[in-house]
């Protein structure tokens, strides 16, 4: 991966960057750069495109390290093919593998410096449905000054939705505050809570509740687009007390605008579902905690 990104990175900057610069960038320094990532991800999300056993391209993306981006924001840190490979539609693809996975990861944006002489790159990111959002920097590279502007393009509702749904399945209530907007509203049908807070304080509550009266607690859930910007979530809580088992259902409807996390939850008791819970209850002889 080192060899690639040495090759490919002077490629590109061949005719933008004096001899001193291009030479900067060695295998040496990048080996020690990627051994570092590989071994310390850091929320860091990489993929590589392989050919004949090897690896020719990559791609690396992360948390945006723009002082003015949210955490909702990534960052294409790179994204490089061998010489010999351009042309044959691996750098689209090395793309195309990374907006599930950002989104996934409580991502709504991916961001990108580019250098504004780099033509054929920023026209390679306009076709992946990037577009300028008016940054602008001048990078140092050793003894050439390099312009860049920075590309911003939307990433997918679903997986985002799909990785909040998770992240609470999971039990994993920091992962899922990172995807809440801080004016979210939950609609519990007893009372609205209002704020990130006191909405994940009810999901904690409500699991460490259950795992105190129960045997066992298995969290399940599908995703279900409406249209425009609502969601369905469909919860499957499987439960097992004292040889009895039982499985319960909830609905929410999630509101997800563009850029920003869930501004809205509503919750949905199923028909019948509360009447068998309770018997489950009973016959299971689980005892309700205060």
């Keep these: 991966m080192a060899t690639v990104h040495v090759e490919s990175w002077r490629a590109s900057y061949a005719e933008l960057l004096s001899q001193r610069a291009i030479l900067s960038r060695t295998v040496e320094t990048r080996t020690r750069q990627w051994t570092e990532w590989l071994v310390r991800p850091a929320g860091r999300t990489i993929m590589v495109v392989e050919h004949g056993g090897r690896v020719v391209g990559f791609a690396a993306a992360g948390p945006s390290r723009d002082p003015d981006a949210g955490a909702m924001v990534a960052e294409l840190y790179s994204l490089y093919l061998a010489p010999g490979s351009l042309g044959q539609g691996l750098g689209r693809m090395l793309w195309n593998a990374l907006p599930d996975q ?28 990037f577009r300028s959002d008016g940054g602008e920097k001048l990078d140092t590279i050793e003894d050439t000054e390099l312009a860049e502007i920075r590309y911003r393009a939307g990433l997918p509702d679903l997986p985002f939705v799909a990785g909040l749904a ?15 907007d801080p004016a979210l509203c939950y609609e519990t049908g007893q009372g609205d809570l209002v704020g990130i807070a006191p909405v994940i304080d009810s999901y904690r509550r409500a699991a460490q509740g259950a795992h105190a009266m129960l045997d066992e607690l298995v969290n399940e859930s599908a995703v279900l687009a409406l249209g425009g910007d609502r969601y369905r979530v469909d919860y499957t809580d499987r439960l097992r007390h004292h040889g009895y088992a039982h499985v319960f259902r909830c609905q929410q409807i999630l509101t997800l605008p563009p850029g920003r996390g869930v501004t809205r939850i509503v919750h949905r008791e199923l028909r019948g579902e509360r009447t068998r819970l309770l018997a489950f209850f009973r016959r299971a002889g689980v005892r309700a905690r205060s």
């Excluded at 989104?103 to 790159?121: D, F, I, M, P």
């Excluded at 998770?166 to 995807?179: I, K, M, N, T, Y």
């Design 166 to 180: 998770r992240s609470l399945d999971d039990e994993d209530f920091d992962g899922a505050a990172r995807r809440l």
């Design 102 to 129: 950002l989104a996934a990861g409580g991502y709504r944006e991916a961001s990108l410096w580019v250098a504004v002489a780099n033509r054929k790159a920023r026209q390679f990111y306009i076709r992946c449905g």
